[in-house]
């Protein structure tokens, strides 16, 4: 496969959002060294824009992010895209509403993950972005689908656009990349702050009446339209 005249600019457009939204990660303290990346889908088209593997996040640019098509094979680029592009088009191929991806290793919430335990509902900001618990997705190995499916197979069945992979860390969806990495920096907000509340005693659920309506409400009603 290879990039057609009539995806060059929305290639080029996706490549200074992607690479430019990586600032994210390390302004809300979610990555340290050079883990974790962003992706973004490209509408309309079996591909999708990654970070490179291993690359300092000073060094990204527009032009060192690479594109792959939605089995994880390189369509353009220079650079060896990140490990975990494989399980993230196969989210891409299994959730078609899913526009961006984004993994963490940030530190609260990878606590959760490593006890293998979600984040319980007992704030309304939870509620708000997650439709209740963030869940855990099973154990996988880096490097092949393997976490794909675990993402697809919890997410599918969630109103969450976060999940918990056990052992392992974050990842997130949205319909856009913006959206994922606001998912990614929600979630460890929550996460961090429970903790804090279980460490001073046990934390009060919300009712499943009251989250509902918040669920609704901030999806379809908060902020501009």
Not at 51 to 61: E, F, I, N, Q, R
Not at 201 to 225: K, M
Request: with cysteine; hydrophobic share 40%; net charge negative.
């Amino acid at each position: 496969m290879s990039i057609t005249a009539d995806v060059v600019d929305t290639v080029l457009g996706l490549r200074r959002e992607v690479a430019g939204l990586h600032r994210h990660l390390t302004d809300y303290g979610l990555v340290v060294w050079t883990a974790g990346n962003v992706s973004a889908r490209v509408p309309g088209h079996d591909l999708l824009v990654i970070k490179p593997s291993g690359v300092a996040y000073d060094d990204l640019t527009p032009e060192n992010m690479v594109v792959c098509d939605l089995d994880g094979r390189v369509v353009e680029g220079e650079h060896a895209p990140s490990s975990d592009t494989e399980a993230q088009a196969y989210v891409y191929r299994h959730l078609p509403h899913v526009g961006g991806v984004v993994h963490t290793h940030s530190t609260f919430a990878t606590a959760w993950a490593a006890r293998g335990e979600p984040v319980p509902c007992v704030l309304t900001m939870c509620a708000d972005e997650f439709g209740g618990e963030i869940p855990v997705g099973p154990f996988a190995i880096i490097g092949d689908d393997s976490i794909g499916r675990g993402i697809v197979e919890t997410l599918r069945g969630s109103r969450s656009p976060a999940v918990l992979m056990r052992n392992h860390g974050v990842f997130t969806v949205g319909p856009t990349a913006r959206a994922a990495v606001k998912a990614a920096v929600m979630c460890e907000d929550v996460a961090r702050t429970v903790h804090h509340a279980r460490a001073l005693g046990t934390p009060v659920p919300i009712e499943q009446s009251a989250v509902d309506a918040l669920f609704d409400r901030y999806q379809n009603v908060y902020g501009q339209r």
